[in-house]
């Protein structure tokens, strides 16, 4: 596995603490830099990181992590987990969906249910994916090519669930919403969460007392219990990540998703867009 990190960085503090070479410049303002995990590059923009924000300053503005495998680590894995890379806005609660709150976490807000059909703005649903989310995150999407595979191959672990037009008027044929309906998996260690790849997030701001929510963030591959499987094709993490503020917003916490060989197998035939695939650990 090759793990590298992509970080964007002001122009103005990436000419005062990098190399001239360093990075690719996007635009004027802002410098994109990607290292792997193993460079000794990458413990000092930890540093960096770490020595700004004590001065209540930051070195980047921006990361992400991307793992990478070979064929052969990627055959070898039992689960992988289900990175939805793309979302789009608005969410379904702008749009006439309607969630009871009551029920959920006093902490975090886990546990929100979703009382009517997901209802959607159709001009916002992007094009050329298979797999999309709102940016409520919560709310994931696959297509109908993708269900109608899903389906035929008698796969597992999810339901999915018509798609209406703001309004409610009209269903949307193209997609469907995924709600997975397998035995949720413990998280187990060593998987790793935190605000970002150099804060764990001591003061466990984004951690829920009840262990809901163990970070804002996943920084590690996801490992889960091997005694929660019970073999199917499509699970989700007990635990979520994210967060969902006091007064609102559109962001809720969300699961963190895996899927077995047979489906990493079908999107490949399929060619699916929209996901990245990482593997994951049974312990």
Known sequence: MRETIEFRISEEKAR?????????????????????????????????????????????????????????????AELLSLHIRNAFEPEGEVCGTRYDESVACPHCCVGARQLNELRLDPSSLPRGKDITRTIAYSELLFSARLVE???AHGLTGARFLPVLSKGGRTTLGSWFQMEVTSRP?????????????????????????????????????????REDWDGADVCAAKQYVG?????????????????????????????????????AHLV
């Open 16 to 76: 005062r603490y990098l190399e001239p070479g360093d990075g690719k410049p996007l635009g004027r303002s802002t410098r994109k830099l990607v290292l792997d995990t193993n460079d000794i590059r990458y413990a000092r923009v930890g540093s960096l990181e770490r020595e700004l924000k004590k001065q209540g300053s930051y070195f980047f503005t921006y990361w992400d992590i991307r793992r990478t495998y070979t064929k052969k680590e990627g055959e070898a």
């Open 149 to 151: 595979a899903l389906r």
């Open 185 to 225: 998996l413990e998280v187990a260690p060593p998987t790793r969460f935190g605000l970002g790849p150099f804060d764990p997030d001591e003061r466990g701001e984004y951690r829920c007392p009840l262990g809901h929510i163990p970070g804002l963030r996943i920084l590690s591959e996801l490992s889960v219990r």
């Open 243 to 279: 967060y969902r503020s006091r007064n609102g917003g559109a962001f809720r916490p969300y699961p963190l998703l895996l899927v077995s060989q047979r489906v990493r197998k079908l999107f490949g035939e399929l060619r699916a867009k929209g996901f990245d695939l990482e593997v």
